[in-house]
């Protein structure tokens, strides 16, 4: 009784925000930046599966796709698809200059030397930006035609939400199909298997390791350029919170599970819009708390994921 009376009183007080509509508007609002992390997550665990790499800079990967499209929206005037395309192509160039100027040449010195070097060219990255166009925040616009918003009852849904939730599921089904039954695919499962083995049959490893950071990078542009629409603007340092939060959901998932990082990356973007949801708005900036939270647990209680991480490229 004594704690029912406490409950009520921290809702009155503002504490506390819980009920229904509430908590199903909140799930929805997340929706988007779920999506946004899972393909992060399917990023980092495509390359980290292939080569053993935690590829830091993939954030700034994130970022670059994010810039690209928005200076080609205003200051090219193009429409939103080839703004996207252009983003796209700007994230795979950053994505393979990487991994054959960074990572290649140290691929054979150790977890520690690639780890160093991943750690190295995302601060660089970030940095050369920073210098090269300050810290501000840039404005990023969104098209009249994703502005519409529609109500299911007393619930909120806006156009934006829903077509980068549906867009990130068909993206994931498609990649999941693409492993499992394409040749390119199938070779890329060998080569996560067992690089040395799959050279022996044929398969040129280092063309694999290539298409795999095309295609974790081209995913990091589309979630860039969501990110610059849901939020309304980029910044050189906005790939920081966001691509730690992909990597913990692809832990979270599982390291090397494409499946189970996509779900960790809806659940990890509920569960942060969650946490700050039910706290009062000047408590709202702990969103990152939360990340590290679950990242403390997974690794206390679960190391090796939510799901099966000894099998790769499920």
Partial sequence: MYRKHIWVLLKEKGVFRMDLTYILQQVLNALSLGSMLALLAVG???????L??????????FMIGAFTAM????????????????????????????????YRPVQESGDITLFITSLAASIGIRSLFIMLLGSRSRQFPMPEYLQGIHFWGEILVTDLNLIIFIFTVIITIVLSIF??????????????????????????????????????????????????????????????????????????????????????????????VLFVAFLPSAYSGFRPLFVWIVLFIILFYKPTGLFRANIKWE
């Fill in 71 to 102: 200076y080609a929206i205003t200051g090219l005037n193009l429409p939103l698809a080839a703004a996207l395309l252009l983003a796209i192509c700007a994230s795979v160039i950053t994505g393979v200059l990487l991994e054959r100027l960074c």
């Fill in 44 to 50: 980092y665990t495509m390359i980290y599966g292939i």
């Fill in 52 to 61: 053993g790499l935690i590829n830091f800079a993939h954030g700034e990967v």
């Fill in 179 to 272: 492993i499992k039954k394409t040749k390119l695919g199938i070779a890329m499962r060998g080569v996560s298997y067992s690089k040395k083995t799959a050279e022996t049959m044929g398969i040129n490893s280092n063309s694999i390791i290539v298409a795999t950071f095309v295609i974790g990078s081209a995913l990091a542009a589309v979630a860039g350029v969501a990110w610059g629409l849901q939020y309304g603007n980029v910044r050189p340092a906005m790939g920081y919170h966001p691509g730690i939060s992909g990597f913990i959901a692809a832990v979270l998932g599982g390291v090397g599970n494409i499946t189970g990082a996509a779900i960790s990356g809806f659940l990890l973007g509920i569960g942060q």
